[in-house]
């Protein structure tokens, strides 16, 4: 199975600033790639699918990028909401599988 | 309004069965392909299983296979997670989710999930 590997495992950031997380996969995965946000409690929420493009109602400072194996979520000027949990998950081969998750933290 | 609403979740002992139910309601059912996804206590996702609209295909995560059997019931909007030999190691909370229309690949929507404890 692809393995999906997420760092950091925890991401300190500032209100305001910038996030970057990262998502590897141990082999190309094309851009069939999800990610989901996650607060305590609470179900997934889809953010970016096909790697890059923003689900419905998602706002604009979420971005996606990558392709094959090297995939980011950059998160721009940081709101108390978005700091949470995040995945990614490939979709391209069976099983498909979830990174073990990035958690944002305000610092 | 789409909605996914899991049930059947609770306490089973080592060995035990058990059989989630998920009821979509805001959509034909028979369009989407439908997934089961679990997170153990603490723990992140883990993708377990999808079935495609008609019921034909299936997959399973290697963890399971061979002990869950996913299925549905278009007629009644409604998919299933049969769970049988189970271990402490299922533990976790088990989410429906959905595909967009005819696609094999994101979820755009997910139920709230059901917890279950495999414990003696």
């Known amino acids: 199975e692809i393995v999906m590997t997420q760092s950091p495992a925890t991401l300190s950031v500032s209100p305001g600033e910038r996030a970057t997380l990262s998502c590897r996969a141990s082999?190309?995965?094309?851009?069939?790639l999800a990610w989901y946000q996650q607060n305590p409690g609470q179900a997934p929420r889809l953010l970016i699918s096909g790697a890059s493009t923003r689900a419905t109602g998602i706002p604009a400072s979420f971005s996606g990028s990558g392709s094959g194996t090297e995939f980011t979520l950059t998160i721009n000027s940081l709101q108390s909401e978005d700091f949470a949990v995040y995945y990614c998950q490939q979709y391209n081969t069976w099983p498909f599988t979830f990174g073990q998750g990035t958690k944002l933290e305000i610092k | 309004e789409v909605q996914l609403l899991e049930s059947g979740g609770g306490l089973v002992q080592p060995g035990g069965s058990l059989r989630l139910s998920c009821a979509v309601s805001?959509?034909?059912?028979?369009?989407?392909?439908m997934s089961w996804v679990r997170q153990a206590p603490g723990k992140g996702l883990e993708w377990v299983s999808a079935i495609g609209g008609s019921g034909r295909s299936t997959y399973y995560a290697d963890s399971v296979k061979g002990r869950f059997t996913i299925s549905r019931d278009n007629s009644k909007n409604t998919v299933f997670l049969q769970m049988n030999s189970l271990s402490v190691e299922d533990t976790a909370v088990y989410y429906c989710?959905?595909?967009?229309?005819?696609?094999?690949?994101?979820?755009?929507?997910w139920g709230q999930g059901t917890l279950v404890t495999v414990s003696s």
């Open positions: 989710a959905k595909a967009p229309p005819g696609s094999w690949s994101e979820y755009d929507y």
């Open positions: 082999q190309s995965v094309s851009s069939n």
């Open positions: 805001g959509l034909t059912l028979s369009t989407y392909v």
